[in-house]
């Protein structure tokens, strides 16, 4: 079946501009994840929406950060007033499945100018 | 504080030979180890994963090795391609009570392997 999809797969951006990021998941999925990856650095875990659950919201950097789930698929991360340290590649993750693994979109990279 | 650390950060091994890639973790909470591939401009595919039952997992020429009270694991590629060339994550969770279902995940930092043909 069709994988996780992110969009948009490249965004350029002004310092101060809002943006947002989106995340199509596997149908049937239970629960979907955000995560940010700088350059050179590892995965940074940033939101978790589990079913109806309130979300885990531990891993956001700030309260310019902000996601919503709809509907219990399609989920948006909005990031407010942009800064350059914003600049990184956004991971949405699927978790589902026989398994219970997570499956990871192709990500949003997100660049701040 | 990181939880998970992974080495070494570059592995450079010629074709057929095995690429060993270790992790450590600090949270006994952990029961859920999962590697992850990752090519240039792709989101991380799941490459195998162990749950700590098991001391080995063995799916085709990936190996993970679990040693529980050392607290490490580690991914064993065998007979190694060009092809394996990517950057390989380790990472770990922690069920929920009863056990259905794994939060977040911890990643380390990353490991790029380059096959030399």
């Known amino acids: 079946g069709a994988g996780v999809s992110q969009s948009p797969s490249n965004k350029v951006t002004e310092k101060g501009k809002d943006v947002e990021l989106r995340c199509d998941p596997i149908?049937?999925?239970?629960?979907l994840y955000w995560y940010r990856q700088s350059l050179g650095q590892g995965l940074e875990f940033l939101i978790y929406?589990?079913?109806?659950?309130?979300?885990?919201k531990s891993g956001l950097p700030s309260d310019r950060f902000s996601a919503e789930r709809t509907g219990g698929s399609v989920s948006t991360l909005t990031i407010q007033r942009t800064q350059q340290e914003d600049s990184a590649v956004y991971l949405c993750a699927s978790y589902g499945g026989p398994d219970y693994e997570q499956y990871f979109g192709p990500g949003t990279r997100l660049t701040v100018t | 504080q990181q939880q998970v650390k992974q080495s070494p950060q570059s592995l450079i091994v010629q074709k057929g030979g095995i690429s060993i890639i270790n992790c450590a973790y600090e949270?006994?909470?952990?029961?859920?180890f999962p590697w992850y591939q990752q090519f240039p401009g792709k989101g991380p595919a799941l490459l195998i994963a162990?749950?700590?039952?098991?001391s080995e997992k063995k799916e085709g020429r990936f190996t993970i090795s679990f040693n529980k009270s050392a607290k490490q694991f580690s991914l064993h590629i065998m007979d190694s391609q060009p092809g394996d060339s990517a950057t390989y994550f380790c990472a770990a969770s922690y069920s929920n009570a009863g056990g259905t279902s794994y939060g977040k995940l911890t990643f380390g930092q990353g490991t790029i392997l380059t096959v030399h043909p």
């Open positions: 929406f589990q079913g109806n659950s309130a979300p885990d």
């Open positions: 949270n006994t909470a952990f029961d859920y």
């Open positions: 162990i749950r700590p039952d098991v």
């Open positions: 149908s049937g999925h239970t629960a």
